[in-house]
């Protein structure tokens, strides 16, 4: 539907309002609603001084016809010269009153009595009078089409073709130099029947004999109605109309519904079913098809007694027993009970019954109220028709006398700087203040507080010292809750301490040179937490020390070192080191100079045999030799390098009847010995 209604509704106390009195310069507010032989105008002017000059002068109406799509573009004509309110005398003639009662009200708003004193008082009652006959008149225009004709504000153009575009413009009459009056224009398609729609209703809502029926402000977006009408059924056929004039809601429900037309409904009989239509009044006093029926029924909302002398004992540790009175006769009509439970006197209960009490019932028992936080208690009668009350509230306190569950879990580490990092699993009870921290330095001895107070985390930082005679360190943990109870200690947390202090020194006190190397004596240190010795060595021309060995026998107390060079000035000594890896200072330093290399040839043993028409060599190793270096005689009895080994035997396949063999030994010092005696196959 093509423009129809989306100008001005005009309805006194919403769309015809003093805003319109305060426009700067007053206009014309134009609709049309196209029927298939005719088109129907109506407009309003936009103030009551707009108005009251006009019922004077009267207005123009032009038209401008198009062919629908054409190209074509006409110019105004005029359809009506001049458009007036029916005189005084034409009322009396025509009869009005008998049409409807909207004709009345615009009779009376036009020709009824005006207040003529000029007083203060009097003139701003004579401005109340003026807009009021304003907006009464307009009214009965909506809802009147003979009171909009006899208003002057209506006109029928019966002269229209199919297939054609109008253009409709009023005018006042008015002087612009008495009262400048804006046009007021609208379009009108013959291709498009405005036709209306019904509206709808959104939901109905119960109430104790009421029924409260609502309905959207804006369903559609091209239609909008100036009024309603309600009708009631009790059989779904025979209805009746309960809004005996038009219906315009004032919203009694507040912000929150404020989308909403509203209408109550008043009801003889609660859970009797209702059924209920809609009808729109359009700005043409047209009424629209009625909506889908929607059904309601009141309810019974009066609330049951009120349940009183509300009391609570505890019955143990965990367990509260709520009870109450209520009256044998109010509880004929009662479903049940529900108990609440809050922290807070005055809100955020939350019911604890699991299921509906019985109406006998007169006590009930918590066992699970809480003993961190308050208590207070309500109790809710409910009654068969799911109306309710709620008592006041009582207080409830739980005496708790049972102690938190030990701590578990408790570890920690001992820094070098003396800090115990400290941590245990969160107990838990819902009522845990805090932990108490307690330390020993016998696991069997009294433990003392650390603390002064409840610890709130379960982690701790402790400091204490490291340079002590104990060697470890105990701590066991209490829990503590809200109402002073300890609980029994956590077991006890063993932590050694750091070793910070180095072990006592050892003494080199003697030392041996052999051929085989240097053997170097000490006796151990005297630290129990010793693990081993650290022997080192320097030789006269180097400047660091180095380790040569770690012996972590405590029962060996020499070492041999025979990776030396002869003749050669060594320093020796030996620190201890512990659990802990303290190294002691160092031992005693003692000064050796090694023995020269002595190489036994006599040891060698060298024999020759022929086997295959080769010569077999064969000698027996010595422990300090390197290699050995084989020597054969020549034609001229000269000794040549044959070979250079490091182990027996060899063998010669080039064999000379009157060659001789003979072996010098190096030794790992690099030190070479003389050639050993001349050894042939003739000699052996």
Same mark, same amino acid.
């Given at each position: 539907?093509?423009?129809?209604?989306?100008?001005?509704?005009?309805?006194?106390?919403?769309?015809?309002?003093?805003?319109?009195?305060?426009?700067?310069?007053?206009?014309?507010?134009?609709?049309?609603?196209?029927?298939?032989?005719?088109?129907?105008?109506?407009?309003?002017?936009?103030?009551?001084?707009?108005?009251?000059?006009?019922?004077?002068?009267?207005?123009?109406?032009?038209?401008?016809?198009?062919?629908?799509?054409?190209?074509?573009?006409?110019?105004?004509?005029?359809?009506?010269?001049?458009?007036?309110?029916?005189?005084?005398?034409?009322?009396?003639?025509?009869?009005?009153?008998?049409?409807?009662?909207?004709?009345?009200?615009?009779?009376?708003?036009?020709?009824?009595?005006?207040?003529?004193?000029?007083?203060?008082?009097?003139?701003?009652?004579?401005?109340?009078?003026?807009?009021?006959?304003?907006?009464?008149?307009?009214?009965?225009?909506?809802?009147?089409?003979?009171?909009?004709?006899?208003?002057?504000?209506?006109?029928?153009?019966?002269?229209?073709?199919?297939?054609?575009?109008?253009?409709?413009?009023?005018?006042?009459?008015?002087?612009?130099?008495?009262?400048?009056?804006?046009?007021?224009?609208?379009?009108?398609?013959?291709?498009?029947?405005?036709?209306?729609?019904?509206?709808?209703?959104?939901?109905?809502?119960?109430?104790? &004999?009421?029924?409260?029926?609502?309905?959207?402000?804006?369903?559609?977006?091209?239609?909008?109605?100036?009024?309603?009408?309600?009708?009631?059924?009790?059989?779904?056929?025979?209805?009746?109309?309960?809004?005996?004039?038009?219906?315009? #809601?004032?919203?009694?429900?507040?912000?929150?519904?404020?989308?909403?037309?509203?209408?109550?409904? @008043?009801?003889?009989?609660?859970?009797?079913?209702?059924?209920?239509?809609?009808?729109?009044?359009?700005?043409?006093?047209?009424? $629209?098809?009625?909506?889908?029926?929607?059904?309601?029924?009141?309810?019974?909302?009066?609330?049951?007694?009120?349940?009183?002398?509300?009391?609570?004992?505890?019955?143990?540790?965990?367990?509260?027993?709520?009870?109450?009175?209520?009256?044998?006769?109010?509880?004929?009509?009662?479903?049940?009970?529900?108990?609440?439970?809050?922290?807070?006197?005055?809100?955020?209960?939350?019911?604890?019954?699991?299921?509906?009490?019985?109406?006998?019932?007169?006590?009930?028992? *918590?066992?699970?109220?809480?003993?961190?936080?308050?208590?207070?208690?309500?109790?809710?009668?409910?009654?068969?028709?799911?109306?309710?009350?709620?008592?006041?509230?009582?207080?409830?306190?739980?005496?708790?006398?049972?102690?938190?569950?030990?701590?578990?879990?408790?570890?920690?580490?001992?820094?070098? *700087?003396?800090?115990?990092?400290?941590?245990?699993?969160?107990?838990?009870?819902?009522?845990?203040?805090?932990?108490?921290? &307690?330390?020993?330095?016998?696991?069997?001895?009294?433990?003392?507080?650390?603390?002064?107070?409840?610890?709130?985390?379960?982690?701790?930082?402790?400091?204490?010292?490291?340079?002590?005679?104990?060697?470890?360190?105990?701590?066991?943990?209490?829990?503590?809750?809200?109402?002073?109870?300890?609980?029994?200690?956590?077991?006890?947390?063993?932590?050694?301490?750091?070793?910070?202090?180095?072990?006592?020194?050892?003494?080199?006190?003697?030392?041996?040179?052999?051929?085989?190397?240097?053997?170097? &004596?000490?006796?151990?240190?005297? #630290?129990?937490?010793?693990?081993?010795?650290?022997?080192?060595?320097?030789?006269?021309?180097? *400047?660091?020390?180095?380790?040569?060995?770690?012996?972590?026998?405590?029962?060996?107390?020499?070492?041999?070192?025979?990776?030396? $060079?002869?003749?050669?000035?060594?320093?020796?000594?030996?620190?201890?080191?512990?659990?802990?890896?303290?190294?002691?200072?160092?031992?005693?330093?003692?000064?050796?100079?090694?023995?020269?290399?002595?190489?036994?040839?006599?040891?060698?043993?060298?024999?020759?045999?022929?086997?295959?028409?080769?010569?077999?060599?064969?000698?027996?190793?010595?422990?300090?030799?390197?290699?050995? @270096?084989?020597?054969?005689?020549?034609?001229?009895?000269?000794?040549?390098?044959?070979?250079?080994?490091?182990?027996?035997?060899?063998?010669?396949?080039?064999?000379?009847?009157?060659?001789?063999?003979?072996?010098?030994?190096?030794?790992?010092?690099?030190?070479?010995?003389?050639?050993?005696?001349?050894?042939?196959?003739?000699?052996?």
């Amino acid at each position: 539907m093509r423009n129809i209604f989306n100008l001005l509704i005009f309805v006194f106390f919403s769309m015809i309002s003093q805003t319109w009195a305060q426009d700067s310069i007053a206009s014309i507010y134009l609709i049309q609603k196209v029927d298939a032989d005719k088109i129907v105008l109506r407009w309003a002017p936009s103030t009551a001084g707009a108005w009251h000059s006009t019922m004077q002068y009267g207005y123009k109406i032009e038209r401008i016809a198009n062919k629908a799509n054409s190209t074509e573009r006409n110019s105004f004509t005029t359809i009506a010269a001049q458009v007036l309110p029916w005189a005084k005398d034409k009322w009396q003639k025509e009869k009005l009153a008998e049409y409807d009662d909207y004709c009345i009200i615009a009779a009376e708003m036009m020709y009824g009595k005006k207040s003529k004193s000029a007083t203060e008082g009097k003139l701003l009652q004579r401005a109340d009078d003026f807009q009021n006959r304003y907006t009464y008149s307009m009214m009965a225009a909506d809802f009147s089409a003979q009171a909009a004709d006899a208003l002057g504000v209506r006109y029928v153009d019966t002269d229209i073709k199919p297939n054609y575009t109008y253009i409709y413009k009023v005018t006042s009459l008015t002087p612009k130099e008495i009262y400048p009056i804006e046009d007021g224009m609208s379009i009108a398609y013959t291709t498009s029947i405005d036709q209306l729609i019904s509206p709808s209703i959104d939901h109905i809502e119960s109430g104790d &004999h009421l029924v409260h029926i609502f309905w959207e402000k804006e369903q559609y977006e091209d239609v909008k109605y100036t009024a309603y009408y309600l009708e009631r059924t009790e059989d779904g056929k025979t209805f009746e109309r309960i809004t005996k004039s038009p219906f315009i #809601s004032s919203n009694q429900f507040g912000p929150a519904f404020n989308k909403y037309f509203i209408y109550t409904d @008043s009801i003889n009989e609660n859970y009797k079913t209702y059924g209920y239509r809609l009808m729109g009044i359009s700005p043409f006093a047209e009424v $629209s098809p009625a909506s889908e029926i929607m059904y309601g029924m009141g309810r019974d909302l009066t609330p049951p007694p009120v349940p009183t002398n509300i009391e609570s004992t505890q019955l143990s540790n965990h367990h509260m027993k709520i009870s109450w009175s209520y009256g044998e006769v109010e509880a004929k009509e009662l479903r049940g009970f529900l108990i609440g439970r809050s922290a807070n006197v005055m809100d955020s209960f939350q019911n604890i019954s699991p299921i509906l009490l019985t109406p006998d019932s007169r006590s009930f028992i *918590d066992e699970n109220p809480s003993s961190l936080r308050p208590n207070f208690y309500i109790v809710t009668a409910i009654d068969t028709a799911g109306n309710y009350s709620i008592s006041s509230s009582k207080y409830a306190h739980i005496i708790d006398s049972i102690a938190p569950a030990s701590p578990i879990g408790l570890k920690g580490n001992i820094q070098l *700087d003396g800090k115990v990092l400290l941590s245990w699993d969160k107990n838990n009870e819902e009522d845990i203040m805090g932990y108490a921290i &307690h330390f020993s330095n016998q696991v069997d001895h009294e433990y003392a507080a650390v603390t002064n107070k409840p610890i709130l985390t379960n982690s701790y930082l402790d400091t204490i010292m490291i340079r002590t005679l104990s060697e470890k360190i105990y701590y066991k943990v209490v829990a503590i809750d809200k109402n002073f109870n300890y609980s029994k200690y956590s077991k006890a947390l063993e932590l050694k301490l750091p070793d910070i202090v180095p072990p006592s020194s050892p003494l080199v006190h003697n030392y041996t040179k052999t051929d085989q190397g240097i053997l170097v &004596h000490w006796i151990n240190s005297t #630290s129990d937490d010793v693990i081993s010795h650290l022997i080192y060595r320097k030789k006269e021309s180097d *400047d660091q020390w180095t380790l040569i060995r770690e012996q972590a026998d405590e029962g060996v107390t020499s070492y041999l070192d025979n990776n030396i $060079s002869p003749l050669s000035t060594y320093f020796y000594k030996v620190h201890a080191k512990d659990d802990a890896d303290n190294i002691s200072p160092e031992s005693t330093i003692v000064k050796v100079i090694s023995n020269d290399v002595k190489l036994d040839l006599n040891r060698l043993n060298l024999s020759i045999k022929l086997v295959d028409n080769k010569a077999l060599l064969n000698w027996d190793m010595l422990p300090d030799a390197k290699y050995y @270096s084989i020597y054969k005689t020549d034609n001229k009895g000269n000794y040549y390098l044959l070979k250079k080994t490091d182990a027996s035997p060899y063998e010669d396949k080039l064999v000379v009847q009157d060659a001789k063999y003979a072996l010098r030994v190096t030794s790992k010092n690099g030190i070479k010995s003389e050639f050993s005696e001349g050894t042939s196959l003739l000699n052996k």
